[in-house]
């Protein structure tokens, strides 16, 4: 019986996340993530939603908290347009959730985002 746990692809979460979600800035600033000290930067919270999408948390739990982190936790404060901010992080969420290289053990999720 195998119970390793499967392993999370940390360089391809960057990848997602660098080119969907980048809150601050830093690649308008800095230019290329990949091998710079502040590539790391977004991992804990890349690494909180992959384990929420793969704990089957609803879309809209995931979302929220993204949004939570982006206005309140960074403390970035409103933004200008709310729902379009929220239609980005679904982007981002649909992406991690849809990508099998995410996971060793490919897992993904279906969203199920039908009313």
Do not use: C
Request: aromatic fraction near 8%.
């Amino acid at each position: 019986m195998n119970d390793a746990r499967p392993k999370l692809n940390i360089d391809r979460l960057r990848e997602i996340g660098w080119s969907l979600w980048d809150p601050i800035g830093l690649s308008d600033m800095l230019g290329e993530w990949r091998g710079q000290p502040h590539e790391d930067e977004y991992d804990t919270y890349l690494v909180r939603t992959a384990g929420m999408l793969r704990k089957q948390r609803p879309a809209s739990e995931v979302i929220d908290d993204l949004f939570f982190i982006e206005t309140e936790h960074m403390g970035l404060g409103a933004v200008p347009n709310e729902e379009k901010l929220r239609e980005r992080l679904l982007e981002l969420v649909r992406a991690i959730s849809d990508d099998p290289s995410i996971w060793s053990d490919g897992f993904t999720v279906d969203l199920n985002l039908s009313n």
